[in-house]
């Protein structure tokens, strides 16, 4: 059975419908057949935001805008968005509305604070006011204009500081004294090479003579030399003691003579003549000697 040209024309054109429709499904954003849950936002302006426009949540792409009515009793605007099923918005969420600096407005997730009780589908979601960074950076225009002269007063004041003679002479002071530090750390580094070493090492010879010097008077019998000295000291003391005694007694010779002073007088008067027949020896030999080469007595004078 042949077809005719009229169900061939109409069957093209229902084809291009749906070619059309399904185009315009996806350049608008959105999915033909979703299982995707509805929320709606109310908010007082929308800031231009197209429809297709993202849903984000912490920065994460969660849906997207599926219409946007406006609402003539309370003059405000009501958005139906479209959520991931597997993603649950937590009771207490707002949106608020975020500009890019080039590019368009979208609508952004501020989660509430408790994950375990969670809105249902078609719930109602409050809006929050624009977040302009554009209008942000104009309110903040006065503010840098504003700091401007305070600014370019303080760097005035840091160019009178760096043009200050005192400044450089400070600068120059510094490099000497850096200069100065260089020369004594290479100075201690030579005396740590060398000077600290030797003097460990003389200082280990002294510990080692001490060492060994304790050693070798631990070594002596130091209460045996106690006990001979007391010894000794007990005979010096005895003999002193018979010294004295001695002395002072009459029945010996010694002590007689320490205590008669006749026998002292008798014996000064001996060393006297004893002294002058010396005397007169010396003076006049020969009364007492007689030597002659021929044998010849010389006659006394």
């Known amino acids: 059975m042949k077809i005719s040209k009229e ?3 109409a069957g093209v054109a229902i084809l291009s419908a749906i070619i059309v429709y399904v185009g315009i499904i996806f350049l608008k954003g959105l ?3 979703n299982d995707e849950i509805s929320y709606f936002v109310e908010i007082a302006d929308v800031q231009g935001m197209p429809t297709a426009s993202d849903v984000r949540a912490n920065g994460l792409k969660v849906g997207t805008v599926k219409a946007i009515t406006f609402n003539p009793e309370r003059q405000n605007l009501t ?4 959520i991931n ?3 649950k918005i937590p009771q207490g969420t707002t949106v608020y509305m975020t500009k890019e600096m080039l590019g368009s407005a979208m609508m952004n997730l501020k989660l509430g604070p408790d994950p375990n009780a969670n809105l249902q589908p078609g719930d109602t979601i409050k809006g929050a006011p624009l977040v302009d960074l554009m209008s942000a950076a104009g309110n903040m225009v006065p503010k840098v204009e504003a700091l401007l002269p305070k600014v370019d007063s303080i760097l005035t004041a840091l160019n009178n500081r760096a043009n200050d003679p005192a400044i450089t002479q400070s600068m120059h002071n510094m490099a000497l004294i850096s200069e100065d530090l260089k020369v004594t750390t290479r100075q201690i580094n030579g005396l740590l090479g060398k000077d600290v070493p030797q003097l460990m090492a003389k200082t280990n010879s002294i510990c080692d003579n001490l060492e060994t010097t304790t050693n070798n008077l631990n070594q002596i019998d130091m209460l045996g030399m106690a006990q001979k000295a007391d010894a000794t000291l007990s005979n010096v003391q005895d003999m002193t003691f018979r010294i004295n005694t001695a002395m002072t ?3 010996n010779t010694l002590g007689m003579l320490m205590s008669d002073n006749s026998i002292a007088l008798h014996v000064d008067s001996t060393m006297m003549n004893s002294s002058r027949l010396l005397e007169d020896l010396r003076m006049h030999p020969k009364r007492y000697v007689h030597f002659s080469l021929f044998g010849k007595k010389d006659k006394t004078k």
Do not use: G
């Open 85 to 87: 099923p597997n993603f």
């Open 31 to 33: 999915k033909l057949f």
């Open 79 to 82: 958005v139906e968005i479209t």
């Open 249 to 251: 007694s009459k029945d």
């Open 7 to 9: 169900i061939k024309i």
